[in-house]
């Protein structure tokens, strides 16, 4: 069993002697300038606030973010790197908030590898059964063990400069399976890799978590590597989750405009628009082009007794299509990426994509050429242009 659970978590970063009076002045003065927006209070820079998470026995959770919104702390935090300034964390039931990291049983793996470059993969993957003074039959079957689900047997001899960056990272993820930790906590394990070596890596991360019976917290800015890999995410921004769910649930259901926008590649269009509540219908109109809403829609906004209002509408590139009619775009740029062909088109004053499958495709766009596309009322996303929460949770 390795469940754990974040309550209320908060980390606050104190000021250095100076550093307050040095902030707010630069704050008085230049507030046009400010490039960040975590919290600053009186205790210092607030990193994470209001963190609330339970994780399942041998669940695989992944927090995902843009840079600098809090992930890579909570994950220290959860590991005892980082001193939980308030809330409680609990592993198995039991308040881990000042056990010492090497109690917890957990094991992390860094973007940086960390290995030791004097030391065989061999020795680098023992040297922490070593230090729990564990016999050498049993610390040669663990490592022998992890190399081979790793397939990394034929390097076990060789010292870290002799292997490839992907070699390092099974080095690295081998030395922390060979300790059967409950948790195992991956903070951006494969952000130093090529793009190819990254997805033979995640499909290597997906069949470990199958052969290992671990919880897995990983961290990643990549939201490919979160809609792959995770059972459900947590995305976070400036240092508040800003919904948890299975990456089908975020994907077709986000719960704001931050979310819709982070999550799908490319990134969703949006747009100015209206609702339009006729009854217990419910229809949006941009430029002209009017859809109703699918059922499902209609009935969650019914619920939460939405009346017709100005909104952006968010529709994703892949669920547009070219018509005769719809609403009105000018081609900018026409970007042939095999299966299909990316249209990035100017309409309603707005940068927009639109995917086409070449199957689909009646002729060639150039720059210049006006087309239409239109969408359906089941991909249709309404957000509220006060709150920028979707009108429908």
Same mark, same amino acid.
């Given at each position: 069993?390795?469940?754990?659970?974040?309550?209320?978590?908060?980390?606050?970063?104190?000021?250095?002697? +100076?550093?307050?009076? $040095?902030?707010?002045?630069?704050?008085?003065?230049?507030?046009?300038?400010?490039? =960040?927006?975590?919290?600053?209070?009186?205790?210092?820079?607030?990193?994470?606030?209001?963190?609330?998470?339970?994780?399942?026995?041998?669940?695989?959770?992944?927090? @995902?973010? /843009?840079?600098?919104?809090?992930?890579?702390?909570?994950?220290?935090?959860?590991?005892?790197?980082?001193?939980? &300034?308030?809330?409680?964390?609990?592993?198995?039931?039991?308040?881990?908030?000042?056990? !010492?990291?090497?109690?917890?049983?957990?094991?992390?793996?860094?973007?940086?590898?960390?290995?030791? /470059?004097?030391?065989?993969?061999?020795?680098?993957?023992?040297?922490?059964?070593?230090?729990?003074?564990?016999?050498?039959?049993?610390?040669?079957?663990?490592?022998?063990?992890?190399?081979?689900?790793?397939?990394?047997?034929?390097?076990?001899?060789?010292?870290?400069?002799?292997?490839?960056?992907?070699?390092?990272?099974?080095?690295?993820?081998?030395?922390?399976? @060979?300790?059967?930790?409950?948790?195992?906590?991956?903070?951006?394990?494969?952000?130093?890799?090529?793009?190819?070596?990254?997805?033979?890596?995640?499909?290597?991360? #997906?069949?470990?978590?199958?052969?290992?019976?671990?919880?897995?917290?990983?961290?990643?800015?990549?939201?490919?590597?979160?809609?792959?890999?995770?059972?459900?995410?947590?995305?976070?921004?400036?240092?508040?989750?800003?919904?948890?769910?299975? /990456?089908?649930? @975020?994907?077709?259901?986000?719960?704001?405009?931050?979310?819709?926008?982070? #999550? +799908?590649? /490319?990134?969703?269009?949006?747009?100015?628009? $209206?609702?339009?509540?006729?009854?217990? $219908?419910?229809?949006?109109?941009?430029? +002209?082009?009017?859809?109703?809403?699918?059922?499902?829609?209609? !009935?969650?906004?019914?619920?939460?007794?939405?009346?017709?209002?100005?909104?952006?509408?968010?529709?994703?590139?892949?669920? &547009?299509?070219?018509?005769?009619?719809?609403?009105?775009?000018?081609?900018?740029?026409?970007?042939?990426?095999?299966?299909?062909?990316?249209?990035? =088109?100017?309409?309603?004053?707005?940068?927009?994509?639109?995917?086409?499958? &070449?199957?689909?495709?009646?002729?060639?766009?150039?720059?210049?050429?006006?087309?239409?596309?239109?969408?359906?009322?089941?991909?249709?996303?309404?957000?509220?242009?006060?709150?920028?929460?979707?009108?429908?949770?």
């Amino acid at each position: 069993m390795a469940e754990v659970q974040l309550k209320n978590i908060k980390k606050v970063y104190p000021f250095i002697s +100076g550093e307050q009076k $040095k902030s707010k002045k630069k704050k008085d003065d230049e507030p046009e300038k400010k490039k =960040v927006n975590l919290q600053i209070t009186d205790e210092g820079v607030v990193a994470v606030q209001a963190f609330n998470l339970d994780i399942a026995d041998k669940e695989f959770i992944v927090l @995902v973010g /843009p840079s600098g919104c809090g992930k890579s702390t909570t994950l220290r935090m959860v590991a005892g790197l980082e001193e939980i &300034t308030d809330g409680e964390l609990y592993i198995d039931g039991k308040l881990m908030n000042d056990v !010492a990291p090497k109690d917890r049983d957990i094991a992390m793996v860094f973007q940086n590898y960390a290995l030791y /470059p004097h030391m065989t993969v061999y020795e680098n993957m023992a040297f922490s059964l070593k230090l729990r003074h564990t016999p050498k039959d049993e610390i040669d079957k663990k490592v022998r063990e992890a190399a081979e689900i790793l397939d990394i047997t034929q390097y076990l001899e060789r010292k870290p400069k002799a292997l490839s960056g992907g070699q390092r990272q099974r080095v690295a993820i081998g030395r922390a399976i @060979v300790r059967d930790p409950k948790v195992m906590l991956m903070d951006e394990p494969l952000s130093n890799l090529d793009a190819k070596l990254r997805n033979e890596m995640r499909a290597e991360i #997906i069949k470990l978590r199958e052969r290992i019976n671990t919880t897995f917290i990983y961290v990643t800015h990549d939201q490919t590597e979160a809609m792959t890999l995770g059972d459900r995410i947590v995305i976070m921004r400036d240092g508040y989750i800003q919904q948890i769910g299975t /990456p089908q649930d @975020v994907f077709n259901h986000p719960a704001n405009l931050f979310v819709a926008g982070f #999550i +799908g590649m /490319p990134v969703m269009n949006f747009f100015d628009a $209206k609702l339009i509540r006729d009854g217990e $219908k419910f229809f949006v109109e941009l430029a +002209g082009y009017k859809v109703e809403l699918d059922p499902e829609k209609e !009935a969650r906004l019914l619920k939460n007794d939405v009346q017709s209002q100005e909104i952006t509408l968010g529709v994703r590139p892949e669920h &547009t299509e070219i018509g005769d009619d719809g609403v009105p775009a000018k081609v900018d740029v026409s970007e042939m990426m095999g299966s299909s062909v990316h249209l990035h =088109v100017t309409a309603e004053g707005r940068d927009v994509i639109i995917i086409v499958p &070449t199957i689909d495709m009646k002729g060639h766009y150039a720059m210049g050429d006006t087309v239409h596309f239109k969408f359906g009322g089941n991909v249709a996303h309404v957000f509220s242009k006060e709150t920028d929460k979707n009108l429908e949770f």
